[in-house]
Protein backbone atom coordinates (compact mmCIF):
# COMPACT_ATOMS: atom_id res chain seq x y z
CA UNK A 1 0.00 0.00 0.00
CA UNK A 2 2.77 2.55 0.87
CA UNK A 3 4.56 1.52 -2.90
CA UNK A 4 0.93 2.13 -4.60
CA UNK A 5 0.87 5.67 -2.41
CA UNK A 6 3.98 6.63 -3.99
CA UNK A 7 2.63 6.22 -7.48
CA UNK A 8 -0.19 8.69 -6.50
CA UNK A 9 1.68 10.95 -5.19
CA UNK A 10 4.19 10.72 -8.46
CA UNK A 11 1.14 10.70 -11.12
CA UNK A 12 -1.17 13.46 -9.12
CA UNK A 13 -1.37 15.72 -11.64
CA UNK A 14 -2.83 12.67 -14.07
CA UNK A 15 -6.35 12.96 -11.49
CA UNK A 16 -9.16 15.54 -10.71
CA UNK A 17 -9.57 14.32 -7.72
CA UNK A 18 -8.61 12.00 -4.64
CA UNK A 19 -10.26 9.77 -2.33
CA UNK A 20 -9.44 7.99 0.53
CA UNK A 21 -9.90 4.92 0.86
CA UNK A 22 -9.82 2.55 4.64
CA UNK A 23 -6.62 0.20 4.26
CA UNK A 24 -8.13 -2.45 6.23
CA UNK A 25 -11.56 -2.44 4.11
CA UNK A 26 -9.09 -2.35 1.13
CA UNK A 27 -7.78 -5.72 2.62
CA UNK A 28 -11.30 -6.99 3.24
CA UNK A 29 -12.04 -6.44 -0.77
CA UNK A 30 -9.37 -7.98 -1.72
CA UNK A 31 -9.97 -11.02 0.43
CA UNK A 32 -13.92 -11.07 -1.00
CA UNK A 33 -12.44 -10.86 -4.74
CA UNK A 34 -10.19 -13.93 -3.98
CA UNK A 35 -12.93 -15.80 -2.45
CA UNK A 36 -15.28 -15.01 -4.92
CA UNK A 37 -12.50 -16.49 -8.10
CA UNK A 38 -13.22 -16.95 -10.93
CA UNK A 39 -16.46 -14.61 -10.38
CA UNK A 40 -16.80 -11.17 -10.43
CA UNK A 41 -18.04 -9.53 -7.16
CA UNK A 42 -19.73 -5.74 -7.39
CA UNK A 43 -19.35 -3.78 -3.66
CA UNK A 44 -21.12 -1.37 -2.63
CA UNK A 45 -18.99 1.21 -0.41
CA UNK A 46 -20.26 4.55 1.88
CA UNK A 47 -18.31 7.56 3.22
CA UNK A 48 -18.16 7.96 7.12
CA UNK A 49 -18.95 11.89 7.45
CA UNK A 50 -16.75 11.44 10.89
CA UNK A 51 -13.81 10.86 8.81
CA UNK A 52 -13.28 13.78 6.34
CA UNK A 53 -9.95 13.67 4.25
CA UNK A 54 -7.22 15.34 6.76
CA UNK A 55 -6.05 18.50 5.40
CA UNK A 56 -2.49 17.78 5.35
CA UNK A 57 -3.01 14.40 3.02
CA UNK A 58 -5.28 16.37 0.82
CA UNK A 59 -2.44 18.80 0.05
CA UNK A 60 0.26 16.38 -0.59
CA UNK A 61 -2.17 14.70 -3.16
CA UNK A 62 -3.24 17.69 -4.55
CA UNK A 63 -3.54 17.72 -8.49
CA UNK A 64 -3.32 20.77 -10.90
CA UNK A 65 -5.87 19.87 -11.94
CA UNK A 66 -7.91 19.22 -9.39
CA UNK A 67 -12.11 19.52 -9.72
CA UNK A 68 -14.05 21.00 -6.70
CA UNK A 69 -17.37 19.11 -5.95
CA UNK A 70 -16.90 16.34 -8.73
CA UNK A 71 -18.36 13.80 -7.10
CA UNK A 72 -21.30 13.34 -4.04
CA UNK A 73 -19.11 13.16 -0.94
CA UNK A 74 -16.25 14.29 -1.72
CA UNK A 75 -13.05 14.73 0.85
CA UNK A 76 -14.63 12.20 3.04
CA UNK A 77 -13.11 8.47 3.23
CA UNK A 78 -14.60 5.67 2.50
CA UNK A 79 -14.81 2.74 5.38
CA UNK A 80 -17.54 0.91 4.68
CA UNK A 81 -18.44 -1.91 1.93
CA UNK A 82 -20.91 -4.38 1.54
CA UNK A 83 -20.81 -7.13 -1.36
CA UNK A 84 -24.06 -6.64 -3.33
CA UNK A 85 -24.02 -9.09 -6.26
CA UNK A 86 -21.34 -11.77 -7.69
CA UNK A 87 -21.33 -13.50 -11.33
CA UNK A 88 -19.89 -12.82 -14.82
CA UNK A 89 -18.75 -9.53 -16.36
CA UNK A 90 -22.64 -9.00 -18.11
CA UNK A 91 -24.75 -10.08 -15.49
CA UNK A 92 -23.05 -8.51 -12.10
CA UNK A 93 -23.51 -4.99 -13.09
CA UNK A 94 -27.72 -6.06 -12.90
CA UNK A 95 -29.43 -5.51 -9.95
CA UNK A 96 -32.86 -5.47 -9.66
CA UNK A 97 -34.29 -1.95 -8.73
CA UNK A 98 -34.43 -1.13 -5.00
CA UNK A 99 -33.28 -4.52 -4.24
CA UNK A 100 -30.36 -3.24 -2.51
CA UNK A 101 -32.20 -0.78 -0.40
CA UNK A 102 -34.45 -3.73 1.32
CA UNK A 103 -31.41 -6.32 1.85
CA UNK A 104 -29.18 -3.63 3.37
CA UNK A 105 -31.48 -1.35 5.28
CA UNK A 106 -30.90 -3.05 8.47
CA UNK A 107 -26.93 -2.74 8.70
CA UNK A 108 -27.22 0.39 7.01
CA UNK A 109 -28.83 2.53 9.31
CA UNK A 110 -30.62 6.07 8.45
CA UNK A 111 -28.43 6.05 5.16
CA UNK A 112 -29.94 3.02 3.43
CA UNK A 113 -30.21 4.36 0.12
CA UNK A 114 -27.99 3.51 -2.78
CA UNK A 115 -24.26 3.45 -2.27
CA UNK A 116 -22.16 6.48 -2.54
CA UNK A 117 -19.15 4.41 -4.37
CA UNK A 118 -18.97 1.10 -6.61
CA UNK A 119 -16.49 -1.66 -6.77
CA UNK A 120 -15.83 -4.28 -8.91
CA UNK A 121 -13.40 -7.12 -10.16
CA UNK A 122 -11.96 -7.87 -12.83
CA UNK A 123 -10.88 -11.64 -12.71
CA UNK A 124 -7.77 -12.15 -15.26
CA UNK A 125 -8.17 -8.21 -16.39
CA UNK A 126 -6.49 -5.25 -15.97
CA UNK A 127 -8.34 -2.47 -13.77
CA UNK A 128 -9.11 -0.52 -17.01
CA UNK A 129 -12.93 0.31 -16.88
CA UNK A 130 -14.72 -1.39 -20.07
CA UNK A 131 -17.36 0.40 -22.32
CA UNK A 132 -20.33 -1.64 -19.89
CA UNK A 133 -18.66 0.15 -17.29
CA UNK A 134 -18.72 3.47 -18.14
CA UNK A 135 -22.55 2.54 -18.84
CA UNK A 136 -22.82 1.44 -15.07
CA UNK A 137 -21.17 4.07 -14.19
CA UNK A 138 -23.73 6.68 -15.14
CA UNK A 139 -25.79 5.79 -12.30
CA UNK A 140 -23.07 6.41 -9.85
CA UNK A 141 -23.39 9.14 -7.57
CA UNK A 142 -19.58 9.25 -6.33
CA UNK A 143 -16.60 7.32 -7.88
CA UNK A 144 -16.40 3.35 -9.13
CA UNK A 145 -13.62 1.33 -8.45
CA UNK A 146 -11.93 -1.33 -10.42
CA UNK A 147 -10.16 -4.49 -8.49
CA UNK A 148 -7.70 -6.41 -11.33
CA UNK A 149 -6.61 -9.37 -10.04
CA UNK A 150 -4.33 -11.63 -12.34
CA UNK A 151 -4.02 -15.34 -11.27
CA UNK A 152 -3.69 -18.84 -12.31
CA UNK A 153 -4.65 -21.32 -13.45
CA UNK A 154 -6.25 -19.13 -15.48
CA UNK A 155 -9.52 -21.07 -16.19
CA UNK A 156 -11.60 -20.85 -19.39
CA UNK A 157 -11.02 -16.34 -18.66
CA UNK A 158 -6.92 -16.27 -19.79
CA UNK A 159 -5.57 -12.80 -18.40
CA UNK A 160 -6.91 -10.52 -21.07
CA UNK A 161 -4.50 -7.52 -21.51
CA UNK A 162 -4.81 -5.98 -24.71
CA UNK A 163 -6.75 -2.91 -22.91
CA UNK A 164 -5.65 0.60 -23.66
CA UNK A 165 -5.00 2.25 -20.51
CA UNK A 166 -3.59 3.41 -17.30
CA UNK A 167 -2.42 0.72 -14.52
CA UNK A 168 -1.81 0.85 -11.45
CA UNK A 169 -0.47 -1.82 -9.92
CA UNK A 170 0.28 -3.28 -6.20
CA UNK A 171 3.93 -4.53 -4.91
CA UNK A 172 7.54 -4.19 -6.28
CA UNK A 173 6.48 -7.89 -7.36
CA UNK A 174 3.76 -7.24 -9.26
CA UNK A 175 5.60 -3.99 -11.13
CA UNK A 176 8.70 -6.41 -12.73
CA UNK A 177 5.59 -8.88 -14.75
CA UNK A 178 6.31 -7.67 -18.43
CA UNK A 179 3.03 -6.99 -20.32
CA UNK A 180 2.95 -9.21 -23.47
CA UNK A 181 0.59 -7.47 -25.33
CA UNK A 182 -1.25 -9.42 -27.81
CA UNK A 183 0.96 -12.29 -27.75
CA UNK A 184 -0.96 -15.34 -28.51
CA UNK A 185 0.90 -18.07 -25.43
CA UNK A 186 1.12 -21.37 -26.64
CA UNK A 187 -1.29 -23.84 -24.45
CA UNK A 188 1.00 -25.10 -21.29
CA UNK A 189 3.71 -22.58 -22.09
CA UNK A 190 5.40 -21.45 -18.61
CA UNK A 191 5.32 -17.33 -18.27
CA UNK A 192 7.45 -17.51 -15.09
CA UNK A 193 5.08 -15.04 -13.56
CA UNK A 194 5.91 -14.24 -9.92
CA UNK A 195 3.20 -15.03 -7.28
CA UNK A 196 2.25 -12.60 -4.67
CA UNK A 197 -0.45 -15.00 -2.88
CA UNK A 198 -2.56 -17.88 -3.17
CA UNK A 199 -6.32 -17.02 -2.72
CA UNK A 200 -8.70 -19.31 -1.03
CA UNK A 201 -9.54 -21.02 -4.05
CA UNK A 202 -5.97 -22.11 -4.33
CA UNK A 203 -5.33 -19.72 -7.18
CA UNK A 204 -2.27 -18.16 -7.40
CA UNK A 205 -2.04 -14.55 -7.44
CA UNK A 206 0.01 -12.91 -9.96
CA UNK A 207 -0.64 -9.33 -9.97
CA UNK A 208 -3.52 -6.87 -8.00
CA UNK A 209 -4.43 -3.66 -9.58
CA UNK A 210 -6.96 -0.81 -8.58
CA UNK A 211 -8.31 2.20 -10.13
CA UNK A 212 -10.84 4.87 -9.33
CA UNK A 213 -13.07 7.00 -12.12
CA UNK A 214 -15.65 9.76 -12.18
CA UNK A 215 -18.76 8.94 -14.93
CA UNK A 216 -17.49 11.63 -16.83
CA UNK A 217 -14.32 9.66 -17.16
CA UNK A 218 -12.15 11.83 -14.94
CA UNK A 219 -9.29 9.73 -13.14
CA UNK A 220 -9.54 9.58 -9.22
CA UNK A 221 -6.45 9.10 -7.33
CA UNK A 222 -6.62 6.43 -4.50
CA UNK A 223 -5.05 6.75 -1.61
CA UNK A 224 -4.92 4.06 1.04
CA UNK A 225 -4.82 5.31 4.31
CA UNK A 226 -4.33 4.03 7.85
CA UNK A 227 -6.88 3.99 10.98
CA UNK A 228 -5.92 7.63 11.60
CA UNK A 229 -6.71 8.69 8.14
CA UNK A 230 -2.90 8.39 7.61
CA UNK A 231 -1.33 7.22 4.29
CA UNK A 232 0.67 4.12 4.28
CA UNK A 233 4.41 5.17 4.10
CA UNK A 234 3.74 8.71 5.25
CA UNK A 235 6.99 9.52 6.58
CA UNK A 236 8.58 8.79 2.99
CA UNK A 237 6.27 10.07 1.02
CA UNK A 238 6.56 13.74 2.95
CA UNK A 239 10.23 13.26 2.85
CA UNK A 240 9.81 13.54 -1.13
CA UNK A 241 7.95 16.28 -1.56
ZN1 LIG B 1 -15.56 -4.02 -15.43
Redesign the pocket.
Given at each position: MASYNLDSVNSKDSYAAQIHLNGDLFENLIWWALQSLPDEILVGMDIDSNSPHLLEVENLFRSNQHVDGLFQSQGYQIKEAHIVNRGN?FSVHHLPEDWTDDMFSSNRGSRAGRFTHWL?T?PNAPAI??E??ADAAQETQGVDM?LGLRFSPEGPMPWFNDVEGTRRRFGEEATQVKSTTSKRRKFGARQNLSVIGIAPSGHKIHEIQLIAFHKTGLGVNVVLVDSEGLPYGWDNLNKIS
Open positions: SHHPSADI
